[in-house]
Nanobody, 123 residues
Framework: VQLVESGGGLVQPGGSLRLSCAGF????????IGWFRQAPGKEREWISC????????RYTDSVKGRFTISRDNAKNTVYLHMDSLKAEDTAVYYC?????????????????WGQGTQVTSPA
């Protein structure tokens, strides 16, 4: 099982990015997928997740209304579309999957992780 994130980069505050999480050796639409991030000097935090059977979505308060999680099952990919980016969104972003269709915010419940992609929005 391998997850590969892409789409990170440098974007001015107020700008947008779309992160991708592609699955290899795993069918992502069968499982819940989570997005997490780790800012410099901070612990990794959960930011969003999407379930499998009902496509339920959850967001942490700091990104609600600005970030959107979605799936493209034909491409075996999950996306995180980020609008109105702020300096405090600067972090390495990770996707992860767990062997369940149920969403959860708990990092320890996710088994497979990608390598991360850097998002930088300068102050």
């Amino acid at each position: 099982v391998q997850l590969v994130e892409s789409g990170g980069g440098l974007v001015q505050p107020g700008g947008s990015l779309r992160l991708s999480c592609a699955g290899f050796g795993v069918t992502l639409d069968a499982y819940a997928i989570g997005w997490f991030r780790q800012a410099p000097g901070k612990e990794r935090e959960w930011i969003s997740c999407i379930g499998s059977r009902d496509d339920s979505r959850r967001y942490t308060d700091s990104v609600k209304g600005r970030f959107t999680i979605s799936r493209d099952n034909a491409k075996n990919t999950v996306y995180l579309h980020m609008d109105s980016l702020k300096a405090e969104d600067t972090a390495v972003y990770y996707c992860a999957t767990r062997q369940s269709f149920l969403v959860t915010t708990a990092q320890t419940h996710y088994r497979y992780w990608g390598q991360g992609t850097q998002v930088t929005s300068p102050a």
